[in-house]
């Protein structure tokens, strides 16, 4: 069965450094999400995007954080400029289409900020 | 404002009992609700969707518009049940396509 991969597991970096973190949605998909989850708190969405573009973003993604498809198959989150409070558990997930269907989740990547 | 409420961090059950998971909801239009679950060590998953009306591995979930509720129960519990349980609320009507989760709840099935 098809999975959303992610990539690192884990990313450790230093305040104020930029981090790029992977994502490879199941390949028939055509949504692709990002959500994190501090520690013990709520997953949060992060921002949707389709066709090419951001369809839906929370007020957490600000400036530093922005979203690409480089490749047709990679779907990468970057984070320009960490803060220590950016430390969270960063899922990707994709689904086929918008309305009523199923997230697929990858596994997670942890990001530790120093 | 979406919000979704799951009032049990923990939930701890023996074996064969009943169990319930608490889920309220907060939306001013018709929302679609989703429990996801995530075993140890394992992603995230849909359990089941309301659309549905299904049950997957005998949970089951209604949607109480009067008492905005979207409780997940199964009448005797396992051991493999034991995982991180989110309820989660889309508000497609109004455009949106992110998922609202609630805080999770933790539920334990004790042998």
């Known amino acids: 069965e098809p999975e959303v991969t992610q990539t690192p597991s884990h990313q450790v970096t230093q305040m104020g450094q930029e981090v790029i973190l992977r994502c490879v949605p199941i390949s028939n998909h055509l949504y692709f999400y990002w959500y994190r989850q501090i520690l013990g708190q709520k997953v949060e969405f992060l921002v949707s995007?389709?066709?090419?573009?951001?369809?839906?973003k929370s007020e957490i993604f600000d400036d530093q954080f922005s979203v690409e498809r480089p490749d047709g198959s990679n779907f990468t989150l970057k984070i320009r400029s960490t803060k220590l409070e950016d430390s969270a558990m960063y899922f990707c997930?994709?689904?086929?289409?918008?309305?009523?269907?199923?997230?697929?989740f990858g596994p997670g990547t942890r990001l530790t900020v120093t | 404002a979406q919000r979704v409420t799951q009032p049990e961090k923990l939930l701890s059950v023996f074996k064969g009992a009943p169990v319930e998971l608490k889920c309220n909801y907060s939306y001013s239009g018709s929302p679609e609700l989703f429990w996801y679950v995530q075993y140890s060590r394992q992603r995230l998953q849909l359990l089941l969707r309301?659309?549905s009306r299904e049950s997957i591995k005998g949970f089951t979930a209604d949607l109480n518009k009067g008492e905005t509720s979207f409780h997940l129960k199964k009448p005797f519990a396992q051991e493999e049940d034991s995982a991180m349980y989110y309820c989660a609320l889309n508000g497609a009507q109004g455009g949106s396509e992110k998922l609202v989760f609630g805080k999770g709840t933790k539920l334990t099935v004790n042998p």
């Open positions: 997930a994709s689904s086929l289409d918008r309305v009523l269907c199923e997230q697929y």
């Open positions: 309301h659309i």
């Open positions: 995007f389709y066709n090419n573009e951001i369809s839906e």
